[in-house]
């Protein structure tokens, strides 16, 4: 863990946009997880950089993706490894960028929230929503 920290805050630039994903309560390795977030974290507080936090339904929310299925009146929601496909489908269709790892595509989402941050501008109103909820706008 400490090792992964060390080797992230070496690309880390004064002015960088840095968002972070909220914390996985659903995962398998929370104590991990847990952990990670938590240095990640320290670290910046240490080294004054600030930093944003972006619900886990905010970063799928930034390429319109709801997390349900279907038709008004007969929706279903999407779980597990479905709920994965279908963002980095929805990934794919806003940005082109394709991974097998749904872990990398979130990472991916959460550097074009940024991205849009530092640049002022977005393409849907959804994504406005989500930089504006994050007080990225």
Same mark, same amino acid.
């Given at each position: 863990?400490?090792?992964?920290?060390?080797?992230?805050?070496?690309?880390?630039? @004064?002015?960088?946009?840095?968002?972070? *994903?909220?914390? =996985?309560? %659903?995962?398998? $390795?929370?104590?991990?997880?847990? +952990?990670?977030?938590?240095?990640?974290?320290?670290?910046?507080? @240490?080294?004054?950089?600030?930093?944003? *936090?972006?619900? =886990?339904? %905010?970063?799928? $929310?930034?390429?319109?993706?709801? +997390?349900?299925?279907?038709?008004?009146?007969?929706?279903?929601?999407?779980?597990?490894?479905?709920?994965?496909?279908?963002?980095?489908? %929805?990934?794919?269709?806003?940005?082109?960028?394709?991974?097998?790892?749904?872990?990398?595509?979130?990472?991916?989402?959460?550097?074009?929230?940024?991205?849009?941050?530092?640049?002022?501008?977005?393409?849907?109103?959804?994504?406005?929503?989500?930089?504006?909820?994050?007080?990225?706008?």
């Amino acid at each position: 863990m400490t090792s992964l920290i060390y080797d992230l805050m070496l690309h880390i630039q @004064k002015d960088d946009v840095i968002c972070i *994903e909220g914390f =996985p309560f %659903a995962t398998q $390795k929370a104590m991990f997880a847990g +952990g990670i977030h938590h240095g990640i974290r320290n670290e910046l507080f @240490k080294r004054g950089f600030k930093y944003y *936090e972006v619900a =886990p339904s %905010a970063v799928k $929310k930034f390429v319109n993706e709801t +997390g349900w299925t279907g038709e008004p009146g007969n929706k279903r929601r999407l779980k597990g490894k479905e709920k994965k496909l279908a963002v980095m489908a %929805a990934v794919k269709e806003h940005f082109g960028f394709e991974h097998p790892s749904d872990n990398v595509v979130d990472a991916y989402i959460m550097a074009r929230i940024a991205l849009a941050a530092k640049k002022g501008t977005v393409q849907h109103a959804y994504q406005a929503d989500v930089l504006t909820k994050v007080k990225l706008a």
